[in-house]
């Protein structure tokens, strides 16, 4: 069981909506070279209101995805598609399906 997660609350700037919901699909993607990232979801909760969601075995899946090729990408793309300051949640799970 995935024991360690990360969320992350995403705002799309005005007009940047179909770019976020790109750069997630993306993200999607190159988790997939992510051994240790056990999900990563992209989600939309509302216009223009998005997130992030991963799960990892270990703390040291959780660093590796951190400094990794998805979160370099985040942070470069971040003045210019989010209004909201980003805040890299950490969470421990206690139970799962």
């Known amino acids: 069981m995935a024991k360690q997660a990360i969320w992350v609350m995403l705002k799309a700037k005005p007009g940047k909506e179909a770019d976020v919901e790109a750069f997630l699909k993306q993200g999607a ?3 997939n070279d992510e051994p240790l990232t056990v999900t990563w979801y992209g989600v939309k909760m509302a216009p223009g209101v998005y997130g ?20 370099k990408a985040l942070m470069a793309s971040a003045p210019d598609l989010f209004s909201n300051e980003l805040r890299i949640e950490k969470m421990e799970i206690l139970a799962s399906k």
Do not use: Q
Request: glycine share 8%; no cysteine.
């Open 52 to 71: 992030v969601f991963d799960t990892f075995d270990d703390e040291a899946g959780r660093d590796a995805h951190l400094n990794g090729e998805i979160a």
């Open 29 to 31: 993607a190159m988790s």
